[in-house]
């Protein structure tokens, strides 16, 4: 939205090489669950193929047999297909039936091909778009404060389009392509190989442009996959943040930075388009040439030789297939200057799934047992950068049912802290450790600690759907009856009940339909609902007036008994309550003690409570 945000792993993997080998072979892995469905394709390729080189054939027998009859002999099949002495009219029937005949079969097995290959392409589409939610799902924090949300979404939505759109119909149409040249190769060259060998003379021209246009088009392509992924970040960026953007009267410096992305795309598009646009006519030219060597080449033979070394009906197959020759050549070098697309997105795709998770559970990590709540961190020091440290040799511990303040100025450690104790971020080696109940929680499964905790953040994320869904979050198994008491004890029922549609009412993207307050709330009753052993709670009554704050303090005051509580607070009345304070400044512990206690030693909390909370008393 500022400018100067797309960054960090957009611009380095644009400037990886592309390994085509390694690429190709990894797509196209991803159709070998579907060999069956292949083998068929395949089947009706051949089929298809093999009625595109009749057609042809049969069209230069008509003409040498019955339209402008020659001393060609009749073909064998001809000759068991007709009786003898039928008139040039019924046998010139004949073969225009057995024509339409090819032609019809040939759309069938052409029609058959593309279907079971969309069908593959699409369950191929489902289960690549899984894999890559599955791991953006897996990865660290740390992933995403590097990577923009709307870039990873284009990398699941745009990339994995352009993949199917090649890898689905584009397989076949290769497939058919390559099979039909060959085909088409050896049928010239039965015929007449002096005319075959005409009809090739524009190969290496043909071979050569394909190349060089090839280079330029791979660029090109790469550019328009980057791109895209980057008006998706700004597009979903200023989307996410439209009040903001309203309340800064931003619309109009936004729509400027907006429309300078966007044109970067547009212009890679149309660097992309013009160079498939100068392709093709480059492909036409020559294909023309060699339809125009084999009228001139093949009328010498017939001209000027006696008997003529090919006849009229020989030329006519010959154009047929020569048109058809450069058909699929021309679609091929098209379909890989499109793959340049699909495979500069997938590159960005397998940039992502190669990517491993910063934090991942130890080979020997255990599942944590249920838990009492004893918490100690032992001399942690950690850095979000190298050389750039948090927090420093710092050292609490809190015993079960114990509730810990967290107090300093903004920026000093205390969310970090926290962050480590859910493991979102790690402790390295050598820096210390967070143990609980004598577990280094970096010994741990994920799963079986994060079970044990709730989290409400100031920040707090609603989804789309229902109240009750919402709350049910918390805890997915429970029941409406569960998350009712869970609402009443977090006193969210009152307000909820006022709703349009009570607890079914259905809540917008992120929840703006409530206020904040009615959303910190409801974050609240899905902490309560998941009966956590341990809760952190980051600022939660820092976004409601006193009124609600004290709905919510009460709350509070029922769900912290017998739990080991983190609160990071800016309101008096929670710290106050808590059973130690502690308070930090640049990254290390400097006080430690109960709310009077430290007022008593008049040191920095002291100077906070005065400058910062005593105007809520």
């Known amino acids: ?65 019955f339209i402008a009859p020659s001393e060609q002999p009749r073909p064998d099949w001809l000759t068991w297909l007709l009786a003898d002495g039928i008139s040039r009219k019924t046998g010139l029937t004949t073969t225009m039936l057995l024509l339409l005949g090819s032609y019809l079969l040939n759309w069938a097995a052409t029609a058959g091909q ?71 190769v050896f049928s010239m060259l039965a015929l007449n190989w002096r005319l075959a060998l005409a009809s090739f003379a524009v190969l290496p021209l043909m071979f050569l442009t394909t190349t060089v246009f090839s280079r330029w088009a791979r660029v090109a392509f790469r550019r328009t996959r980057k791109t895209i992924g980057e008006v998706s970040s700004e597009l979903q960026e200023n989307i996410a943040a439209v009040r903001e953007v309203q309340a800064f009267a931003r619309e109009d410096a936004n729509v400027a930075q907006f429309d300078k992305v966007n ?46 070394l090919v006849s009229v009906g020989l030329i006519v197959s010959f154009l047929v297939y020569v048109r058809r020759f450069y058909e699929p050549i021309r679609g091929i070098a098209n379909l890989y200057t499109q793959l340049q697309s699909a495979l500069a997105g997938a590159e960005r795709i397998f940039e992502l799934l190669d990517t491993e998770p910063e934090i991942s559970d130890a080979p020997d990590a255990i599942s944590l047992p249920p838990i009492e709540g004893r ?52 402790v390295a080696p050598g820096q210390g450790a967070i143990r609980i109940d004598g577990h280094d929680v970096r010994r741990v499964a994920r799963e079986s600690l994060r079970q044990q905790m709730g989290v409400v953040l100031q920040d707090t994320f609603l989804f789309s759907g229902t109240v009750i869904e919402n709350i049910r979050y918390g805890r ?68 409601v007036d006193t009124r609600t704050e004290r709905l919510i303090q009460r709350a509070l005051d029922e769900l912290l008994k017998g739990r080991t509580s983190f609160v990071i607070a800016h309101r008096l009345s929670t710290i106050r309550n808590a059973d130690q304070v502690i308070v930090l400044e640049e990254g290390r512990v400097v006080e430690r003690g109960t709310h009077d206690k430290l007022l008593a030693a008049q040191g920095l909390y002291y100077e906070l409570y005065n400058s910062q909370f005593r105007r809520q008393v």
């Open 1 to 65: 939205m500022f400018g100067g945000r797309h960054m960090h792993g957009l611009t380095q993997e644009t400037s990886k090489p592309l390994d085509v080998g390694q690429t190709l072979r990894r797509l196209l892995a991803y159709f070998s669950p579907f060999w069956r469905l292949l083998a068929l394709v395949g089947v009706l390729i051949v089929v298809s193929t093999l009625l595109q080189l009749a057609s042809p054939y049969l069209i230069g027998v008509a003409v040498d047999q």
């Open 114 to 184: 593309f279907y079971l290959m969309t069908v593959a392409g699409q369950r191929v589409l489902l289960h690549m778009r899984t894999q890559i939610f599955e791991r953006i799902q897996t990865l660290s924090l740390k992933f995403f404060d590097q990577h923009e949300a709307g870039d990873l979404m284009s990398r699941l939505v745009n990339d994995t389009q352009v993949i199917n759109q090649v890898f689905g119909g584009g397989i076949v149409r290769l497939a058919s392509m390559s099979l039909s040249l060959t085909g088409i």
């Open 263 to 308: 044109a970067a795309n547009r212009d890679a598009n149309v660097q992309a388009q013009s160079i498939l646009s100068a392709f093709s006519p480059a492909l036409d030219v020559l294909s023309t040439l060699a339809l125009a060597i084999v009228v001139g080449y093949g009328g010498y033979l017939a001209l000027a030789y006696d008997p003529p």
């Open 375 to 426: 918490i100690e961190f032992d001399h942690v020091t950690f850095a979000y950068d190298e050389g750039e440290p948090v927090l420093r040799e710092v050292s609490l511990s809190a015993e079960p049912g114990q509730t810990v303040a967290l107090v300093g100025p903004t920026g000093v450690g205390k969310t970090t802290l926290v962050s480590l104790l859910s493991r979102f971020y790690d």
């Open 476 to 543: 997915l198994d429970a029941g409406d009856e569960e998350v009712i008491a869970a609402a009443r004890l977090a006193n969210a029922d009152q307000f909820i009940t006022r709703l349009p549609e009570g607890y079914q009412t259905e809540l917008g993207e992120r929840g703006h339909n409530l206020s904040q307050g009615q959303r910190q709330l409801i974050a609240i009753a899905r902490a309560v609902l998941a009966d956590p052993r341990i809760l952190i709670l980051d600022e939660a009554t820092s976004s």
